[in-house]
């Protein structure tokens, strides 16, 4: 999958490619939508760099599978 996004608004917030992967992986994160593993992977960090990210930003640090995932290996 491919996403766009206006230029203008990019600009205007100063994000880079970095910076929305990173946004898009803690929210995902933090809606337990993905797990710590995905959400790694999606922002391209280690998982020592996202922890820490999420400790900056005061959210939860939970590594564990997701529910749908352990019904889906059982």
């Known amino acids: 999958m491919n996403l766009s ?5 990019l600009l205007h917030a100063e994000a880079g490619e970095a910076e929305i992967r990173l946004a898009v992986a803690l929210q995902f994160y933090a809606d337990n ?3 710590h593993a995905d959400a790694c992977r999606l922002a391209g960090l280690p998982s ?3 922890t820490e990210e999420l400790l900056h930003r005061g959210l ?6 997701l ?3 352990i019904r889906e290996a059982g």
């Open 48 to 50: 020592s760099a996202f």
């Open 60 to 65: 939860c640090v939970h590594i564990y599978p």
């Open 5 to 9: 996004f206006p230029d203008d608004i």
């Open 33 to 35: 939508r993905v797990d």
């Open 67 to 69: 529910r749908s995932r």
